[in-house]
């Protein structure tokens, strides 16, 4: 008679042995941490948290500011050759001075001599200005004297103040004062003007959006097409 013996599973037959667990990759390896570095963690996070907005509320301000105070150093800029400039003085030859109104319109104004008096005022010598719109026309003035008050943007002219407008017509006064920023000029002197429609002599004269709108002061004397009024 035969007997058959049956295989054993493995630690079948070493007491106390019980049934193998399948190992985790790893399960014997790994740290749990420590409270400190649980602590660091979360004020990690917690300052992250904090900056974040910071650093968010800094950009949008950098870009919504950036054009402004681009802008703002666009609008005024004194050019002048180095050699010109008199230190000791403020004064300065063959000045030049560009900027651009509220509507954006370029703006220039020269002078033979320019003395720097304050931060704000600047006295020209032989002053010269012009402005460009957006039709293509131009806006001429000269003065044999005038002031220039650089942040407000305004331009005092006087001694024989000429202006002229490309379509013909000219303005012939004592006084007038430009405001650049809004594109006006005024004067309260006598006005002589002359242009296509023919003569005039008022007791002074206000000229609004770059000079395209002129108004007179009266009474006056008007002569159109040789008829006196």
């Given at each position: 008679?035969s007997?058959?013996?049956?295989?054993?599973?493995?630690?079948?037959?070493?007491?106390?042995?019980g049934?193998?667990?399948?190992?985790?990759?790893?399960?014997?390896?790994?740290?749990?941490p420590?409270?400190?570095?649980?602590?660091?963690?979360r004020?990690?996070?917690?300052?992250?948290?904090?900056?974040?907005?910071?650093?968010?509320?800094?950009l949008?301000?950098?870009?919504?500011?950036?054009?402004?105070?681009?802008?703002?150093?666009?609008?005024?800029?004194?050019?002048?050759?180095?050699?010109?400039?008199?230190?000791?003085?403020?004064?300065?030859?063959?000045?030049?001075?560009?900027?651009?109104?509220e509507?954006?319109?370029?703006?220039?104004?020269?002078?033979?001599?320019a003395?720097?008096?304050?931060?704000?005022?600047i006295?020209?010598?032989?002053?010269?200005?012009?402005?460009?719109?957006?039709?293509?026309?131009?806006?001429?003035?000269?003065?044999?004297?005038?002031?220039?008050?650089?942040?407000?943007?305004?331009?005092?002219l006087s001694g024989?103040?000429?202006?002229?407008?490309?379509?013909?017509?000219?303005?012939?006064?004592?006084?007038?004062?430009?405001?650049?920023?809004?594109?006006?000029?005024?004067?309260?002197?006598?006005?002589?003007?002359e242009?296509?429609?023919?003569?005039?002599?008022a007791?002074?004269?206000?000229?609004?959006?770059?000079g395209?709108?002129?108004?007179?002061?009266g009474?006056?004397r008007l002569?159109?097409?040789?008829?006196?009024?």
């Amino acid at each position: 008679m035969s007997v058959t013996r049956m295989p054993t599973a493995p630690g079948a037959g070493t007491p106390g042995a019980g049934p193998r667990r399948p190992r985790m990759l790893g399960a014997g390896t790994r740290t749990p941490p420590t409270a400190a570095a649980i602590a660091r963690r979360r004020w990690i996070v917690a300052l992250t948290k904090r900056l974040l907005p910071l650093v968010a509320v800094a950009l949008l301000a950098t870009v919504a500011l950036w054009p402004e105070y681009h802008r703002d150093a666009e609008q005024g800029r004194v050019a002048y050759r180095r050699s010109s400039l008199i230190p000791e003085s403020g004064q300065l030859s063959d000045a030049r001075y560009h900027g651009v109104d509220e509507h954006g319109r370029p703006y220039t104004i020269t002078a033979t001599v320019a003395h720097q008096l304050s931060p704000e005022r600047i006295d020209l010598t032989k002053p010269a200005g012009d402005v460009s719109l957006p039709s293509g026309t131009w806006l001429m003035v000269r003065a044999q004297q005038g002031v220039y008050l650089q942040h407000a943007q305004q331009l005092d002219l006087s001694g024989r103040v000429f202006l002229y407008r490309d379509d013909g017509t000219s303005l012939s006064t004592d006084s007038a004062a430009l405001d650049l920023k809004a594109g006006a000029a005024a004067g309260a002197a006598m006005t002589h003007a002359e242009g296509p429609f023919g003569t005039l002599d008022a007791q002074g004269f206000t000229a609004t959006d770059g000079g395209t709108v002129i108004r007179f002061a009266g009474p006056g004397r008007l002569l159109l097409n040789g008829k006196q009024k």
